[in-house]
Each structure stands twice: as structure tokens, then as C-alpha cells.
């Protein structure tokens, strides 16, 4: 086979793989509008939820504040994968105390945390009101983003695994509300925000790939089941992250473990890879 063949071969090949992207791209355009949707009415929901919170840390309502901290961050988390393509906003919204040269005393940490660190730490919120009033027109400014931002397919369909993938990496560990201790609260909502994406895409691939959804769902079931033993006495919310032993954490970061390997591979079942 000569060289002028082989490289026609190749670039018909590279054509297909193309074009086959594509289509998979306009098969997914119904499932993405949805999860504009399904992000815009979150993201509304976290103004909302923002500005009762910091209206409560203004006030210095700090028990109210405490109450509202862990519901408020929930819509955002739910929605991570298209917040975080803000990365200027993502930093200023839900950075940590570690990305900071002076932690948790460097003027310029800002967002969710710092407040956390001043609620749990120092019982009190007169030294984050200027904090406060910053988080909500960040808050302000996602939403306002959003409503202009054409979705990526990668970044949303790749979203259900990162969303799990950070938990067992991170997360697990307790660092991201390591004063407030309510990290179980995030790990449900990042679970939601996950099987809301498998959810939309779920008929592209229902025909061809039913065990691979058997075996997510499964999963999923897994995840979920544990998280419910967690939950509050009064139903409200779950109980502090500390309350875990390392061998419950080992269970559950097990299981997040599991479900995050399988999602990594729904891009390339939708053919985007």
C-alpha cells in the first residue's frame, strides 16, 4: 500500500471519528437544553438562598446563619462542573483556607469558607460582612454568566463523574467544611447533581448499553443508601461529618469510588471521546 493511500485512509478515518462527534453532539443537544434548565433554576435558587444567608450573617444572626450555611451551598454543588468553568468566580465562591499564604487570616480569603471559619471558629460574624455582601454579588454575577454560557457537551456529560470523582478525592476527607462539619450535605448534593446528568442522557444509550445503566444505578442505589443512614434525627439535613469513623468514611468513599470509575466512561458511550 503506498503512502498516498495510507494517509487517504487516515484522514477518512479521522473524518468519521468527526463527523461521528458530531452527531453525538446533536443527539445531546434536547438532553443539554434541559440541564440549562435544570442549572438555571438552581442557580436561582442560590441567590435566593444566599441572600437570606447573608442577610442573617449581616444581622449577626449567627445561629440562623449556622442553620442556613449548609441548604445554601447546596444548589451550588448540585451545579459544580458549570460553576467551576467560572474559575475566578468558582475561587472567590468556594475556595479553602489552604489556597491562601496566610490561611485562614489572609484578608483575601473570601467566600462560603471564610464565613464558615468565622461562624464555627470564632461564634460570630462582624469581622465577614464585607465577605457576605462580596459572595452574593459573585452569587449574582454566576447566575448572570450562566444565562449567556452555551454548554459544553464534554464538560456536562463528563460532569456526572467529576462530580463524584471529587468527593473520593477530596472531599472525603473533610477538608471542604472542616469547621462547620456539615460535608455530608454536599456529598448528597453532589450525588443529585450527578444522577441528574445520567438521567438526561439515559435514553441515548438505554438501548445499547442497559447493563452498563443497570450497573450505575446500582450504584447510585449504594451511594444513596448510605447517605440515608446519615440523615438528621429530625429529618432536616444529616448529622456532623465527625460523627463518621474512618471505617465509615472507607465504606462510603468505596462506593463513591465505584460509581465514579463507571462514569468515567459515559462520554465515550455517548461518543464524545
Excluded: C
Aim: hydrophobic share 45%; charged share 30%.
Amino acid at each position: 500500500m503506498t503512502l498516498k493511500n495510507l494517509i487517504t485512509i487516515a484522514a477518512l478515518a479521522a473524518s468519521g471519528a468527526v463527523m461521528a462527534q458530531d452527531s453525538a453532539k446533536l443527539d445531546l443537544v434536547a438532553p443539554i437544553a434541559e440541564y440549562k434548565i435544570y442549572v438555571s433554576e438552581n442557580v436561582e435558587q442560590l441567590v435566593k438562598d444566599t441572600t437570606a444567608f447573608v442577610a442573617a450573617v449581616k444581622a449577626g444572626e449567627i445561629d440562623k446563619a449556622k442553620a442556613l450555611y449548609a441548604p445554601t451551598r447546596v444548589s451550588y454543588e448540585r451545579i459544580e462542573p458549570i460553576a467551576e468553568l467560572f474559575s475566578d468566580l468558582d475561587v472567590s465562591i468556594d475556595s479553602r483556607a489552604d489556597d491562601y499564604e496566610h490561611a485562614e487570616k489572609d484578608p483575601a480569603f473570601p467566600g462560603f469558607h471564610r464565613i464558615e471559619y468565622s461562624l464555627w471558629v470564632g461564634n460570630s460574624a462582624a469581622d465577614v460582612k464585607p465577605v457576605a455582601d462580596k459572595l452574593l454579588a459573585d452569587v449574582q454575577e454566576l447566575q448572570s454568566r450562566i444565562a449567556k454560557l452555551t454548554f459544553p457537551p464534554e464538560v456536562v456529560v463528563g460532569g456526572a463523574a467529576v462530580l463524584m470523582e471529587e468527593v473520593a478525592a477530596t472531599k472525603i476527607s473533610g477538608e471542604e467544611n472542616r469547621y462547620s462539619k456539615v460535608d455530608l450535605w454536599d456529598f448528597k448534593a453532589n450525588t443529585d447533581g450527578s444522577y441528574k446528568i445520567v438521567e438526561l442522557v439515559r435514553p441515548l444509550i438505554e438501548n445499547k448499553e442497559p447493563a452498563f445503566l443497570a450497573e450505575v444505578d446500582k450504584n447510585f442505589k449504594t451511594v444513596y443508601d448510605i447517605l440515608k443512614t446519615y440523615e438528621a434525627a429530625d429529618g432536616k439535613g444529616y448529622v456532623s461529618y465527625e460523627k463518621l469513623t474512618d471505617k465509615d468514611r472507607t465504606t462510603l468513599a468505596a462506593a463513591i469510588n465505584k460509581l465514579a470509575e463507571d462514569l468515567s466512561t459515559l462520554r465515550g458511550k455517548l461518543g464524545l471521546d
